[in-house]
């Protein structure tokens, strides 16, 4: 099982989270949105590969605790963890830092 500090060094550069979003693109795996557009659009030598992630077309994560890929979801279907204290299912989104205040609802133009 895993310790709370080992809980919160999941994520990426850009998120705190436990899962990983599998891009409906290109199928890899990336922590999150930013780190598929920077390594698809910074780090893609090919111009012809370059793109950007339809992040409303994520059907698929993968979690950071026991890797079991499922459906975008806020609480994990094997092993119960929550992979963000934030979760937008409309745009794929999961953060856990809620010192930000975010909120996404239909009128907020974020999702």
């Known amino acids: 099982m895993e310790t709370i500090s080992e809980i ?10 436990r899962c990983k979003i599998i891009a409906p693109c290109c199928n890899q795996v990336f922590g999150c ?5 920077e390594a698809k659009n910074s780090n893609e030598i090919n111009l012809v590969d370059r793109h950007d992630i339809p992040r409303h077309e994520v059907k698929k994560v993968i979690c950071s605790l026991c890797d079991t890929e499922q ?4 609480y994990c279907i ?7 204290e934030y979760f937008c299912g409309t745009c794929k989104f999961f953060d856990d ?14 999702c």
Not at 78 to 84: A, F, T
Not at 99 to 108: A, N, R
């Open 33 to 37: 949105r930013h780190c598929h557009n």
């Open 97 to 110: 830092d809620i010192s930000k205040q975010q909120f996404h609802c239909d009128e907020c133009g974020i």
């Open 78 to 84: 094997n092993c119960g963890v929550c992979m963000g």
């Open 8 to 17: 919160e060094t999941f994520g990426c550069t850009h998120y705190r989270r």
């Open 71 to 74: 459906d975008v979801q806020q």
